[in-house]
């Protein structure tokens, strides 16, 4: 059998949601799974995550899967609904909608439900991809306290990881919704981790839980988070080069003297991104070196210099324990969400607790 491996560490995402929990103590907390648990499988997460008040997510078909398989716990849809019909599913498995534009409004209160749901009203407050606009909320929410059984307020933000900061959405916030006696939610895991002003009623950790930094400059490690996915395999090969000697497809990398490759049995259809160029991080026996030259579908390549016990059987992490996926995302320009998200499905998955 190919010898790569997801192993998915359910303590670790019980000890991250622990770290949220103490982060942000008066709030509850909505995990976010979305996304088959940002790659770590809906329904692992769920069992681990035990000690969140509720279950946040984008997919329907998910929080359905979620019912018939038992679980009790509040399932909120964070986009709500996109057609009449899947009003009947969600009233019936009790699920809680994000209800963010006049036309969902529309449906809803046209809808003939058997019971009342419960709707969080969402603000746009400067990120402008989903929410109503400041000077209509007031409007929606009258609206809303006739067609939904509770309402809470919610908004989301745009740079909470970054140079701007919550301040000016805040304030946004507070002036389309001030009067409102409402329960509120407001943070993400960038804001729970940095702005206690934004916990509120329910805070909505994601990528946090998943054990990886939602910031450019500051580790996981620093912040106390454990990562939760370890994406490993291990050499199927390795070779020296000589000066002049290039791997791989384009030629991408040169040697300029001797160098030592090891082929590593992981590429870009297990999820491994194909832009990730010559010098991403990776362990090879637990040792930190380097990729060489392009990615490939099924292999990618490791600089073996300094690791002469490295052979074909040796072991390799692409991320995970020992290397954050932050790294190796930055590396590749991008950020962890989207390598988390992106494990495919041809890659086994183990559990460990
Ligand atoms: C994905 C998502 C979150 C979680 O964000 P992280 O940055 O992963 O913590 C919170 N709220 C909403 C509305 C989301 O879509």
């Given at each position: 059998m190919r010898p790569i491996r997801a192993r998915i560490d359910s303590g670790a995402l019980r000890h991250n949601l622990g770290v949220a929990k103490r982060r942000a103590p008066r709030s509850r907390s909505w995990a976010v799974v979305k996304a088959n648990a940002y790659g770590h499988g809906l329904a692992r997460a769920a069992k681990a995550l035990a000690a969140a008040e509720g279950l946040a997510l984008i997919e329907l078909e998910a929080a359905l899967e979620l019912r018939r398989s038992g679980e009790r716990r509040p399932i909120l849809l964070l986009q709500g609904f996109y057609a009449p019909e899947e009003l009947e599913p969600i009233a019936a498995q009790g699920l809680a909608v994000v209800v963010h534009d006049a036309e969902q409004l529309a449906v809803l209160e046209k809808a003939q439900l058997p019971k009342k749901l419960a709707v969080y009203a969402k603000l746009n407050t400067g990120m402008n991809r989903l929410g109503f606009p400041g000077k209509e909320f007031r409007d929606a929410l009258e609206r809303l306290r006739a067609c939904a059984g509770s309402i809470t307020l919610m908004t989301h933000f745009a740079d909470a990881d970054g140079e701007r900061g919550v301040r000016w959405q805040l304030a946004r916030f507070d002036a389309a919704a001030g009067g409102a006696k409402l329960p509120r939610s407001l943070a993400n895991s960038a804001a729970i981790l940095r702005y206690p002003e934004t916990h509120a009623d329910w805070v909505r950790p994601g990528i946090m839980l998943y054990?990886?930094?939602?910031?450019?400059?500051?580790?996981a490690e620093k912040l106390g988070l454990k990562p939760a996915m370890t994406l490993s395999s291990e050499l199927i090969a390795a070779r020296s080069l000589s000066a002049g000697d290039s791997v791989g497809y384009g030629c991408t990398f040169t040697a300029d003297g001797p160098v030592r490759v090891g082929i590593v049995a992981c590429g870009y259809a297990d999820g491994y991104p194909r832009h990730a160029p010559t010098g991403t991080p990776i362990l090879v026996c637990g040792k930190r070196t380097r990729t060489l030259g392009r990615v490939a579908m099924d292999m990618l390549f490791a600089d073996l210099t300094g690791i002469p016990e490295a052979a074909i059987g040796s072991p390799v992490t692409l991320w995970g324990e020992g290397l954050s996926a932050d790294e190796v995302a930055t590396s590749a320009g991008t950020v962890s969400y989207e390598l988390l998200c992106a494990l495919s499905p041809r890659v086994p998955v183990t559990e460990t607790d």
């Open positions: 054990g990886c930094s939602p910031f450019p400059d500051e580790s």
